[in-house]
């Protein structure tokens, strides 16, 4: 039985695909950054909305935010994400595992998604629209 041409065109945008899932994922992580950073697009719990930048939040905030940023580029996809997803693991069990045993109930999914989104980054590359892509021809 042959692939439809629906099926096979759709096939093709794979790589496009994961270059718009880098972009968006990368968005929304680097506004986790901003959040903590500038207290945009919205402000912490802490004191004027932001964390104090020499502690151990404000040293997520900048991973989040200037690797965030780096990720929605494509630049240097394959090391940051693989440092961001070191990064989210140690939230993970820094902030999250002592609650609970799983993630579902102790408020750690969206770490533990980004957490191996981002190792499967670091594994595929950015894919073609990207900095990496560009500096590779």
Known sequence: MTES???????????YLLSILRIVAAIMFMFHGTMK???Y???????GGTVD?????????ILEAVGGAMLVLGLFTRPVAFL??????????????????????NGGELAVVYCFL?????????????IDAKMKK
């Not at 096979?8 to 945008?13: G, P, V």
């Not at 930048?53 to 905030?61: C, Y």
């Not at 961001?84 to 109930?105: I, T």
């Open 84 to 105: 961001l997803a070191g990064q989210m693991a140690v939230a993970y069990f820094q902030a999250h595992a002592s609650r609970a045993l799983l993630p579902v109930a």
């Open 37 to 39: 950073l500038f207290g």
């Open 5 to 15: 041409n629906l099926v096979r065109k759709w096939k093709e945008w794979s790589p």
């Open 53 to 61: 930048l020499f502690s151990e939040m404000g040293l997520a905030g």
């Open 118 to 130: 981002w190792l499967y980054f670091s594994a595929a590359g950015a894919g073609p629209w990207s």
């Open 41 to 47: 697009p919205a402000g912490m719990s802490t004191k």
